[in-house]
């Protein structure tokens, strides 16, 4: 399975490493350890053994990533050790009485070892700490039963790690006794079923259930946790226990990733705060309820045979008003569902609700007056819908001067509703890519009024061809985006940006010549993909952090360029350009400054006399140089030699041995023929 075990890999990759790379052993153990104060770091040391002669008032003990398979009965002589890591080493199990001068030891980490050889021995070991409070046991290829034993009599333990192990199934006798575990991380595992496991762990605040195998929660009745990540599993369900009378301690639940046909069944009385439901496949469907298309539709569904105390969970499926308590509801991730609109009131019910998250979707209007978003909003991303329209007052636009960040890219919008959303008072960023931008401006053809709190503006691919001279001015734009609209003109309209503007795209967009020369607060440029035969001059004047030039028509960068540029650069983008390899002094001036990464370098190619290649190999370019004594003029001068010598060999060869020729010939046709 590929879900588990990177860490593993990189630890086994770390070992043998360190072994070729650790001093000879033949130092004394203790020299491999360094002590600072109470705390003595023996990890990457190659040891077989717990080094002996450490100081006993050591508390803190680290052997991780080192090659011991067992701890022995007398190992630990040190009396104060509170925290004990074995991480990433080959351990098969601790002897029973390996802590029996350690009992104080809280913190112990197994993880990535291979305690599954011995988990009865590891258990009895395990058992003679009365205050062990942290136990890592993550990846040590332990099934339900092993994990079972090992924890029997940890009442202590407040946080457990088991991931990366192999546990299929829980039930009540998984967790029996861990009364005071408050964390509890389970993620990648395979479990595909948990029955009521989790009635004896009544202080379980966080659980991580994260990269499993679970179809469904139902009965969900944990009203303690208040962090539950059920993410990368398969579900379909998740209801709660819908008698459960009590306010549900939950702020954060994920169960992203998951099979979720409808929005999840929460809690009637909660403090849910993040509520993350990206990529599933939830939607509303009280719309169908009409009795017409679908006569006979049931409209509860009856979950039986759930546990031993619960008989049946009735949900209704279609009312879409019934999915719990969300007024407490900051963030709602909901990206990549199948929200064709919000039921009535949704969005009312959450008064905090500050970021809403509805990218690819299937949303055709949103209403926000009708939907009263609130004061609460900072951001709002309903790029990639099918929307048309977004209808808002005047009253709703002036209530919503929290939204900074509002992103409408990839939708269909009307002009109208673009042209009102630019009104919003305290709009910072937005993202108006792939839309009808263009087409509004040249209909209205009218610049837009834009809120002055405006700082990031993204117009790409929007069919833009002309901008207003005056669009921009009175905007303070650090931040504009305006690449993908081949024959774009409005160039002055950028000017009245120039002492603001940080970031300008302006690839594929086929300007010609600009004048960059005033934009001194300019770090990044896209001028790629515009045919540009020349680096147009004032771009070595900037100041530029990041430069792509991708895709143009250079044949080469004038040294007094490239020198200016690669004492400020620290990122340049440079394929598809054809290149002349014989004037390729630039790359050599990019490529030896250590501050600049020249993007995909192997892919830059230039030509020389005879072929196009790879612009590295420029020590065997053929070129034609200043002095005149290339290896092109040695061709031609030691050409024609060369031939002439070869036909006198030849014509020597022929008058001296002509019955040598005659013989082969001979031969060659008085073989037997096959007719
Ligand atoms: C461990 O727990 C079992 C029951 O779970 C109990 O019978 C036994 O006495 C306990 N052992 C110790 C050492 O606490
Ligand atoms: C549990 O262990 C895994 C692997 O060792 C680690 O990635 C994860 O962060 C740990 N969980 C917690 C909550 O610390
Ligand atoms: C849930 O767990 C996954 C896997 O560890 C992690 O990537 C994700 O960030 C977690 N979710 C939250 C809300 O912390
Ligand atoms: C819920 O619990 C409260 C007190 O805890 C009680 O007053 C109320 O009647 C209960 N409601 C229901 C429906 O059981
Ligand atoms: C079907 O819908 C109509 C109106 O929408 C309603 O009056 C009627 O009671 C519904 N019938 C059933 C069986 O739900
Ligand atoms: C709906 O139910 C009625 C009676 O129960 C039945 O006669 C009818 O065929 C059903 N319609 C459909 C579409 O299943
Ligand atoms: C949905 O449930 C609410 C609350 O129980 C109820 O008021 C409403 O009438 C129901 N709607 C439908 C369509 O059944
Ligand atoms: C949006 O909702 C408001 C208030 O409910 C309503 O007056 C307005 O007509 C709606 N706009 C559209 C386009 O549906
Ligand atoms: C707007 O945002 C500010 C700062 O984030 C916050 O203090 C204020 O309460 C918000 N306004 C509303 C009505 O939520
Ligand atoms: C807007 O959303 C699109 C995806 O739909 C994303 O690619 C883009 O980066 C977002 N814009 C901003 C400014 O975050
Ligand atoms: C520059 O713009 C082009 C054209 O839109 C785009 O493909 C490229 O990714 C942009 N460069 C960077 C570094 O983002």
């Not at 350890?33 to 006993?56: D, M």
């Not at 690819?360 to 009263?372: G, V």
């Not at 991303?381 to 636009?397: K, P, R």
């Not at 709009?427 to 002055?452: P, Q």
Request: with cysteine; net charge neutral; charged share 20%.
């Amino acid at each position: 399975m590929s879900v588990h075990g990177t860490s593993s890999i990189i630890c086994c990759l770390l070992l043998p490493m360190w072994i070729i790379l650790a001093p000879a052993s033949s130092h004394p153990q203790r020299s491999q350890c360094k002590l600072t104060q109470r705390t003595a770091l023996c990890n990457n040391s190659n040891l077989t053994s717990v080094p002996a002669g450490l100081p006993s008032s050591t508390e803190e003990l680290q052997l991780n990533h080192n090659l011991l398979k067992t701890l022995q009965d007398d190992s630990l002589q040190y009396p104060s050790l509170t925290t004990l890591s074995l991480a990433c080493n080959q351990m098969e199990g601790l002897h029973p009485n390996t802590f029996q001068s350690t009992k104080l030891l809280k913190n112990l980490n197994l993880a990535m070892n291979n305690l599954y050889v011995s988990y009865t021995q590891t258990s009895n070991a395990l058992k003679t700490l009365p205050g062990i409070k942290f136990l890592d046991l993550s990846e040590n290829r332990l099934d339900e039963e092993m994990a079972a034993v090992l924890l029997q009599n940890l009442t202590s333990l407040e946080y457990l790690n088991l991931s990366g192990n192999l546990l299929r199934r829980l039930d009540e006798t998984s967790f029996r006794d861990l009364r005071q575990v408050r964390e509890l991380d389970l993620q990648r595992n395979l479990l595909f079923e948990i029955d009521n496991a989790f009635d004896g762990t009544p202080r379980l605040q966080r659980l991580n259930l994260a990269f499993n195998y679970l179809p469904c929660l139902t009965d969900f009745h944990m009203s303690q946790l208040v962090v539950l990540n059920a993410s990368h599993n398969f579900i379909e369900w998740f209801i709660t226990r819908p008698d459960a009378n009590v306010t549900f301690q939950i702020e954060t639940l994920d169960l992203s990733d998951n099979k979720l046909l409808f929005f999840p069944f929460l809690p009637e009385m909660s403090r849910l705060r993040n509520l993350h439901l990206s990529h599933n496949v939830v939607s509303f469907y009280e719309h169908l309820t009409d009795n017409v298309t679908f006569p006979n539709l049931t409209s509860t569904v009856d979950f039986h045979n759930l546990g031993r105390n619960t008989s049946t969970v009735t949900a209704k499926l279609w009312n879409d008003s019934l999915h719990g308590d969300v007024s407490s509801v900051e963030l709602l991730d909901l990206r990549g569902n199948k929200l064709q609109y919000f039921p009535r009131g949704f969005i009312r019910k959450m008064p905090s609700l500050s970021r809403l998250r509805i990218r690819s979707n299937c949303l055709e209007s949103l209403n926000l007056t009708s939907e009263r978003f609130s004061a609460s909003l900072l951001e709002l991303d309903v790029s990639d819908n099918g929307l048309i329209e977004i209808a808002a007052d005047d009253v709703t636009l002036r209530t919503l001067s929290n939204l900074t960040y509002l992103n409408l890219s990839r939708n269909d919008l009307d002009c109208s509703s673009s042209r009102r959303l630019f009104n919003l008072p305290g709009l910072r960023s937005m993202d108006l890519s792939y839309s009808n931008i263009g087409k509004c401006l040249r209909e209205a053809g009218v610049a837009w009024n834009t809120t002055e709190s405006l700082r990031q503006l993204f117009l790409k691919g929007s069919h833009l061809e002309r901008i207003p001279p005056s669009a921009f001015s009175g905007l303070a734009l650090t931040h504009l985006e305006l690449s993908d609209n081949p024959g774009l003109r409005g160039q002055q309209s950028i000017k009245s940006l120039s002492r603001t503007l940080q970031h300008l795209g302006l690839g594929n967009t086929h300007v010609g010549e600009l004048d960059f020369a005033d934009f001194l607060n300019l770090k990044s440029l896209n001028i790629s993909c515009n045919s540009l035969e020349h680096l147009p001059a004032s771009v070595s004047s900037l100041d530029l952090r990041q430069l792509d030039l991708r895709d143009n028509k250079l044949s080469t960068i004038p040294s007094n360029q490239a020198d200016a540029l690669a004492s400020k650069l620290h990122t340049v983008f440079l394929t598809g350009n054809p290149f002349n390899c014989c004037q390729s002094e630039w790359f050599r001036t990019f490529t030896t400054t250590k501050t600049v990464h020249v993007v995909g370098q192997s892919d830059i190619e230039c030509a020389d006399l005879f072929q196009t290649r790879s612009i590295r190999h420029y020590s065997s370019f053929l070129c034609r140089d200043e002095s005149g004594e290339s290896f092109f003029w040695y061709i031609l001068l030691f050409g024609p030699i060369c031939i002439s010598l070869v036909g006198i060999v030849v014509i020597v060869f022929l008058t001296l041995k002509p019955k040598v020729i005659h013989k082969s010939i001979k031969k060659k046709y008085s073989k037997p023929t096959s007719y």
